[in-house]
């Protein structure tokens, strides 16, 4: 193990950043600050070098949460987290496939910044509250009743079967092939009757302003998307933050991303990100040290 303690916690401290912030861009970003931090500290003042470093990834990705939150706000329409392209290799690591899953990331996303942060280090990390409590700001009592609260959210929520890898890869080439081929009766068949689709154009592009329910009117909305006029539609299979998802181009251009839920078989939601400004990182697969 490294003498540099920051370079022994890293996978730990990703981790931690990943499932804070929900998205492996995001974390990359803040674990690189938090190294930045490191770097101008007087190490011989430090007495627990993990609880310092869970403390400040923790703080660094509250900030950008909040600062995201203040974002949404303007957003117009919906919002979803930017997708990254990645390698299979991010799914092999369940842990963290689970947490930056399209479905974690609408369980989490109802509890806040701050208690995301909390359910995170102890239900995932076992944090003491003491130590977390320093991290978020709050009383060791205020972090008790809020780690209490995102428990039974959490619980009530979450999808209750694992989906294989390679139940997932086959729902998902299903679900593309009929996106190309414009087959309404095939789009019914692969998604769930209460499926959920929400898209993201952020003001940029086309997309539905609210949540679309329900199989019929969620897979008219993706009949459309694949006719485009007589434009070339090409919808391949990417992986995006380490699982199984779409990649649409229309005439040879990259017009959106597609992230999907599999339960049972179907897809039981729809992420479908058309804003141009989230679709920076689809090009090359990043490559990061976990």
């Not at 609260?149 to 929520?157: F, L, W």
Request: aromatic share 6%; with cysteine; proline share 4%.
């Amino acid at each position: 193990m490294s003498g540099n303690p920051f370079v022994a916690h890293r996978s730990l401290l990703f981790r931690v950043a990943c499932e804070v912030f929900g998205s492996v861009a995001g974390a990359e970003d803040v674990v690189q600050e938090s190294w930045l931090r490191w770097a101008g500290v007087e190490f011989s003042l430090v007495c627990d070098p993990w609880v310092y470093l869970v403390g400040v990834v923790t703080r660094l990705a509250l900030i950008r949460l909040r600062s995201l939150s203040r974002g949404r706000e303007a957003c117009v329409g919906e919002w979803l987290p930017e997708l990254l392209l990645t390698g299979p290799d991010v799914a092999e690591d369940v842990g963290l496939a689970e947490c930056v899953s399209v479905a974690m990331l609408a369980v989490l996303e109802a509890l806040g910044p701050a208690g995301r942060a909390v359910f995170v280090l102890r239900e995932v990390f076992e944090v003491l509250y003491g130590e977390i409590a320093g991290a978020v700001g709050r009383s060791a009592a205020a972090v008790r009743r809020i780690a209490r609260r995102a428990r039974g959210h959490v619980a009530a929520r979450r999808p209750r079967v694992r989906v294989s890898r390679s139940e997932r890869q086959a729902v998902v080439e299903r679900f593309l092939l009929a996106l190309r081929t414009g087959r309404l009766q095939e789009l019914v068949e692969v998604v769930a009757p209460d499926v959920v689709l929400i898209a993201d154009g952020g003001g940029l592009a086309g997309a539905a302003l609210g949540p679309v329910h329900g199989v019929d009117l969620v897979a008219r909305v993706l009949a459309r998307t694949s006719r485009a006029g007589a434009a070339a539609i090409e919808a391949t299979a990417v992986w995006l933050d380490g699982a199984p998802a779409g990649r649409i181009e229309i005439d040879g251009e990259l017009a959106a991303a597609l992230s999907l839920v599999v339960e049972n078989g179907q897809v039981t939601r729809v992420c479908l990100v058309r804003n141009p400004r989230k679709l920076t990182r689809l090009d090359e697969p990043a490559e990061f040290v976990r």
